[in-house]
Structure formats: structure tokens, C-alpha cells
């Protein structure tokens, strides 16, 4: 077992190292060397907003289902969840059960702080898609026509995609229950003698009717918040590549910030290979310069490894060590 879940990091491992033989070391190692103290400054100030700004949302969604957290206790969750779930094969939601329990504060119930998590994750999504269509946008624009097929075909998926979540949401403001069969009698039957997960399942769609049948202007200025976050996350990564050099054009920067969103959904740990290797076709394909592309894939990499690093001191500080995690899972279960 232990073999088969190393198969997708020995093959990211893999491929990361044929593209560094492929393209070299010395387009990287010449920007690390030419970094800017100030450039870098600038960036973890960004960094500090895109946080501030994620832990507010995420506590004032908490809050409106009964689930109150401090500040500080919010962003550490933030972080932790993220770290982890950069190390799980399953994007950012990986690491959604963890937060949710690390904000858990006082006799606060799991089912009122998952519901917290969950609304935050919608917004996050329905954020993710919106930047994504406005991505394409500047994309289509700038590039005057090149590649039009390709980026409608994109366009029509993300539209698509945000039809159907305003769909769950319109159900879930009118009181529907669209999470039921995930709970029903069939689905007890599957799951045998753990269906008491598939009542706390149930109790945290009570509190996600409960909010958008009380707190849809909340929900209204969370998607503000949200597109708000998206913005700064541009500059944030702005900053990144300007501290080493890297002054891209807005439509080549907004690739390498689509190309990184494509990377999380590959199936190995950290998107390892997969980030250096879409940055590649993206920085490439918009440029010409595949070269250029692995060296900003080399950048992002070291900004996903220092944002692990600094998830799993959080999730230390909150008094967890990773080796625990299964543990925690299964005294917080529903």
C-alpha cells in the first residue's frame, strides 16, 4: 500500500527532474541569485493580505451558521488546512475537515463548523471561476484572436460550471435539500455501519439552509470579498516574480496563475511536477520561451513549499502534530 500511494510522487519526482534536465538549472539559479530584499518584502506583505482577507470571509461565513472563532485562531486553521491538503491528491478540499475542526472554539458543534467551512469553500469556487472567465478574458483580448476556439471551449466549461452552482444555491435559499441522496436510505445501505457520518452530513446542510434562508445579503458580500481576494492574489503573485526579475505582461501572468490552478488537480502530492510542467506550456505557449516557463515553475515551487512549511508549523502551533491527523479525524467524527 505504501508503494502504491509513493507511485504518484515518484512520478512527479520524475518529471520535474526531466524537465530540469531538459531545460537546465542556470534560468533559475541566475533568478534566485538576482533576488530583490525589497521585491520579497512586497510579496509577503501581499501574502499577509491574501490572508487576512481569506480568514476574514471564512470567519464571517462561520459566524452567521453559530460557529464564532477568533482572528488569529481562523488564519492558523487557514494555513494549517491548506498545507495539508497541498500534500493530499485532492486539491485545496483536502484539507476542508481539518479546518473545520481546528476552529472548532469551545462546545461549538462539528456540524456548525464544517457548514462555516463549506460556505467559505462555495465562495472560494465560485470565485475560482469567475477569475478563470475574466483570465480568458484579458487572455482573448490581448492575444486578438489567437487561440479564440480554445479559450470559448474553456469559457463555455467555467460558465457552465457557475450555472450550476448558483443552481445549488437558488435550491438551497428555497429551502431544498440537493445533499440528500448523499445521506438517504441508499446511500446508509453503502456505507453500513458508519452511517452516523451521513447524519452529521445531514446536520450541516440543516445550518447551509439555515444561512441562505437568513444571511443571503452575507452571502452576497462574501462573493464581493471573494472577487476581491482574487485581485490581490494577482498582485501577490506579481510581486513573487518581480522579486526575482520575472516583469510579465498581465495576460502572460494570468496564465501562469490559471496554469498553477490546472496544476492542483493533478493527483500528486504538492502538484509536484505537474505545477513546474503547466507553467511550462503556459509561459511557452503565451511567450515562446518555454525556458521561461520552468524557471517560473521553479519560483512557484519554492512559494508552494514555503506555504506547506509554514501550514505544518501552524497546525503544530495548534497543537497537532501530521502523525495525529487520523486520530483527530476519528475523535471529531460526527
Do not use: C
Not at 531538459?22 to 518584502?41: E, K
Not at 469567475?130 to 484579458?138: C, G, K, P, S
Amino acid at each position: 500500500m505504501a508503494v502504491k500511494g509513493g507511485v504518484p510522487l515518484l512520478l512527479g519526482a520524475a518529471l520535474l527532474a526531466a524537465l530540469a534536465w531538459w531545460f537546465g538549472l542556470g534560468g533559475a539559479l541566475a533568478a534566485l541569485r538576482h533576488a530583490s530584499p525589497r521585491g520579497l518584502v512586497e510579496y509577503a506583505a501581499w501574502s499577509a493580505v491574501v490572508l487576512g482577507l481569506q480568514a476574514g470571509r471564512w470567519r464571517v461565513m462561520a459566524a452567521a451558521v453559530g460557529a464564532p472563532v477568533g482572528v488569529g485562531r481562523i488564519a492558523a486553521a487557514r494555513l494549517a488546512g491548506d498545507g495539508v491538503a497541498s500534500l493530499l491528491p485532492l486539491a485545496r478540499v483536502g484539507g476542508d475537515p481539518l479546518r473545520a475542526v481546528l476552529a472548532r472554539a469551545g462546545a461549538t458543534p462539528l456540524a456548525s463548523a464544517s457548514a462555516g467551512v463549506a460556505i467559505d469553500r462555495l465562495l472560494e469556487v465560485i470565485g475560482n471561476l469567475l477569475a478563470v472567465a475574466a483570465y480568458l478574458a484579458v487572455f482573448s483580448a490581448a492575444m486578438a484572436g489567437t487561440s479564440a476556439r480554445a479559450t470559448w471551449l474553456v469559457g463555455a466549461g467555467v460558465a457552465a460550471l457557475l450555472v450550476l452552482l448558483a443552481a445549488l444555491v437558488v435550491r438551497l435559499g428555497r429551502g431544498g435539500r440537493p445533499l440528500a441522496p448523499l445521506y438517504g436510505s441508499r446511500a446508509r445501505r453503502w456505507v453500513g455501519r458508519h452511517a452516523g457520518w451521513l447524519d452529521g452530513l445531514r446536520r450541516v446542510e440543516d445550518h447551509l439552509l439555515g444561512f441562505f434562508a437568513a444571511h443571503r445579503a452575507t452571502f452576497v458580500a462574501g462573493i464581493a470579498l471573494t472577487a476581491l481576494i482574487e485581485l490581490v492574489v494577482v498582485l501577490q503573485y506579481r510581486a513573487l516574480l518581480g522579486a526575482f526579475g520575472l516583469d510579465l505582461e498581465l495576460p502572460v501572468l494570468l496564465m501562469v496563475l490559471l496554469g498553477g490552478g490546472m496544476a492542483r488537480a493533478v493527483p500528486t502530492p504538492a502538484a509536484l511536477g505537474a505545477l513546474e510542467a503547466t507553467q511550462v506550456l503556459a509561459v511557452g505557449a503565451t511567450t515562446g520561451r518555454a525556458d521561461l516557463g520552468f524557471v517560473v515553475g521553479v519560483i512557484l515551487r519554492l512559494h508552494e513549499t514555503l506555504f506547506v512549511l509554514i501550514g505544518l508549523l501552524a497546525l503544530s502551533l495548534l497543537g497537532v502534530s501530521p502523525a495525529r491527523l487520523p486520530t483527530a479525524r476519528r475523535a471529531t467524527s460526527p
